[in-house]
């Protein structure tokens, strides 16, 4: 009864944050996040399902196994939702509709910052996450309030590296399965 009372507090705690609020604190991003700087990092961790090389910047507060975690769960959450062959195509090289072959998972490298950085993406000078094509990798801010909006542009960032337009002019076509601003009841107290 005891733990059913805490879940029952912490159930309307969450209910009651709003997260979107959370995404515009007046703080300064950090320093600019360039391909060449992501590439320079050192990728010594590994997700534990998909294998994805990781690098974690030392200002993260999230422990390290929470990070791989995540990004191994929302991966799979992202590939179900998108593609009929499901979190499986993580696995294994997969074909676009144009042709280009993505590689798997294990190849992905992901930069793990703390806050949002200086970008130089058309239109944005301020990113949460990018994907970098021509060196496979995307880098992704923890971010946001512990359990809401923690690596909230994780999922947006998959969806450029299996097809979506860096323009977003197909982004309709990825939408449902790129995720939304919400709480994740999961990332909060640690189960999927």
Same mark, same amino acid.
């Given at each position: 009864? *005891?733990?059913?009372?805490?879940? $029952?507090?912490?159930?309307?705690?969450?209910?009651t944050i709003s997260c979107?609020?959370?995404?515009?604190?007046?703080?300064?991003?950090?320093?600019?996040?360039?391909?060449?700087?992501?590439? +320079?990092?050192?990728?010594?961790?590994?997700?534990p399902i998909y294998g994805?090389?990781? +690098?974690?910047?030392?200002? %993260?507060?999230?422990?390290?196994?929470?990070?791989?975690?995540?990004?191994?769960?929302?991966?799979?959450? $992202?590939?179900?939702?998108?593609?009929?062959?499901? +979190?499986?195509?993580?696995?294994?090289?997969?074909?676009?509709?144009?042709?280009?072959?993505?590689?798997?998972?294990?190849?992905?490298? %992901?930069? %793990?910052?703390?806050?949002?950085?200086?970008?130089?993406?058309?239109?944005?000078? %301020?990113?949460? /996450?990018?994907? $970098?094509? /021509? #060196?496979?990798?995307?880098?992704?801010?923890?971010?946001?309030?512990?359990?809401?909006? #923690? $690596?909230?542009?994780? *999922?947006?960032?998959?969806?450029?590296?299996?097809?979506?337009?860096?323009?977003?002019?197909?982004q309709s076509d990825f939408?449902?399965?790129?995720?939304?601003?919400?709480?994740?009841?999961?990332? #909060?107290?640690?189960?999927?």
């Amino acid at each position: 009864m *005891k733990y059913l009372s805490v879940l $029952f507090v912490l159930t309307i705690m969450l209910a009651t944050i709003s997260c979107d609020s959370l995404d515009n604190i007046d703080t300064d991003p950090d320093p600019l996040i360039t391909p060449e700087i992501a590439d +320079s990092q050192t990728y010594d961790l590994v997700t534990p399902i998909y294998g994805m090389q990781v +690098s974690i910047d030392s200002g %993260v507060d999230r422990n390290t196994q929470d990070v791989l975690d995540i990004l191994d769960r929302r991966a799979a959450q $992202f590939l179900d939702c998108q593609f009929i062959e499901g +979190s499986q195509l993580g696995f294994e090289d997969s074909m676009l509709d144009n042709g280009t072959i993505i590689p798997p998972l294990s190849d992905l490298r %992901v930069f %793990v910052v703390p806050n949002r950085y200086r970008c130089d993406v058309p239109g944005v000078s %301020v990113c949460n /996450g990018t994907y $970098f094509g /021509g #060196v496979d990798i995307v880098t992704v801010a923890e971010g946001g309030f512990p359990g809401c909006e #923690v $690596f909230l542009p994780w *999922k947006h960032e998959l969806g450029h590296r299996y097809g979506m337009d860096a323009n977003h002019t197909n982004q309709s076509d990825f939408q449902s399965c790129i995720g939304a601003s919400s709480c994740d009841i999961g990332d #909060v107290i640690g189960f999927d």
